[in-house]
């Protein structure tokens, strides 16, 4: 059995409030058995959820 382990950064879309939503590089979490880490190709923010 191989495991591959990244030691490379993975960059991740970090929210602190509706008007500051930033990217950052962030270090690639550990997964335990049974799971898995999931590449998000798109995401999106529906309007009534950003309200403050």
Not at 10 to 39: F, T
């Amino acid at each position: 059995m191989f495991i591959f382990v990244s030691v490379l950064p993975m960059k991740s879309a970090v929210y602190y409030n509706n008007h500051n939503i930033r990217v950052e590089e962030m270090p690639k979490p550990a997964i335990g058995k049974g799971e898995l880490l999931v590449r998000m190709k798109a995401c999106g923010i529906y309007g009534w959820v950003t309200s403050e």
